[in-house]
Structures are given as C-alpha cells and as structure tokens.
Nanobody, 127 residues
Framework: QVQLIESGGGLVQAGGSLRLSCAAS????????MGWFRQAPGKEREFVAV????????YYADSLKGRFTVSRDNAKNTVYLQMNSLKPEDTAAYYC????????????????????WGQGTQVTVSS
C-alpha cells in the first residue's frame, strides 16, 4: 500500500511558476514509476508527465514539453512537478500517481496503468 500526498498548489499569476510535491509513504517508493495528471473543471483527467523508478527517464504530454519538468528524490520518497510560464489554461487539480507497471513510460500516459493516487492539489492561474 502506498499513500500519496500532494502539496504546493495555489494561486499564481499567468507567467509565474509553481513547484508541486508528492510525498509517498512506505519503503517501496523506488519500485514505482510516478506520474502526474490534471483535471480542469468540466474536463476529463489528462496526463501531464511521468518519471521512471530511478528518475533517469521522463515522458511528457506533448503540449507541456518545455514548460513542465518532473523529477524525483528517492531518498525523500518525493516526486516533484516544476511548472513554469503558467497559463490560465493550466488551472486544474493536479494529481500524482504511482505505477508498478513495467511498461515503457510512453505507455504510462493512461490512468488505468496506475495503482495508487493522491487526493490532488489545486492550481489556479489568473490572467
């Protein structure tokens, strides 16, 4: 069992930055690939980024490449999402998730590949 707790969300002006954190419980954090998803009001949840167990490989949604960066610190059982040049359309609840799947990262852009989910943290970008 893995528990995930996101933090770092808030209100930011367009063009600003935020760093989200996701802290995981348990001693098996480094056996999971970690993903980030987001869900805007009235829309389906969408994939943002995923990072491999070691942190050596990452994969992003095409529309977010260059602005968002995912990283992890296995010693701290934490995964991060650095978000730069934020836009109002980035407003959403952001969720981290853990996947024990052995699929390549490009296959981990779908929700059903994930085993555990956090409760989400809200990011609001004002224009």
């Amino acid at each position: 069992q893995v528990q995930l707790i996101e933090s770092g969300g808030g209100l930011v002006q367009a063009g600003g930055s935020l760093r989200l954190s996701c802290a995981a419980s348990g001693r098996t954090f480094n056996t999971y690939a970690m993903g980030w998803f987001r869900q805007a009001p009235g829309k389906e949840r969408e994939f943002v980024a995923v990072i491999s167990r070691t942190g050596g490989t990452t994969y992003y949604a095409d529309s977010l490449k260059g602005r968002f960066t995912v990283s992890r610190d296995n010693a701290k059982n934490t995964v991060y999402l650095q978000m730069n040049s934020l836009k109002p359309e980035d407003t959403a609840a952001y969720y981290c998730a853990a996947s024990g799947s052995s699929w390549s990262l490009s296959r981990l852009s779908v929700e059903r590949k994930y085993d555990y989910w956090g409760q989400g943290t809200q990011v609001t970008v004002s224009s």
